[in-house]
């Protein structure tokens, strides 16, 4: 059950991150979405999903890891 819940929990942002180079992607073969007034808006808004969804991610992985290794040490001890 955790790691679904761990996958869910991961799934989200890859999919955020996934629209933000899908958003960038469109800005530059000139397809907009109605919804924003400029190209420029456009861009900056899938940079910020981007970087948002892969900052999660790496931190998330960084957590994981430095929560194993910790683990570890006081195994050995």
């Not at 942002?13 to 919804?35: H, Q, V």
């Not at 861009?43 to 957590?63: C, N, P, Q, S």
Request: without cysteine; proline residues 3%.
């Amino acid at each position: 059950m955790q790691r679904n819940l761990a996958l869910i929990i991961l799934f989200i942002p890859g999919l955020i991150a996934a629209f933000g180079i899908k958003l960038m992607r469109d800005t530059l073969f000139n397809e907009f979405y109605p919804i924003f007034i400029y190209g420029s808006i456009q861009f900056i808004v899938g940079l910020i999903l981007f970087a948002g969804g892969l900052v999660f991610l790496g931190g998330f992985i960084i957590y994981r890891d430095r929560k194993k290794r910790n683990q570890e040490r006081k195994t050995q001890s």
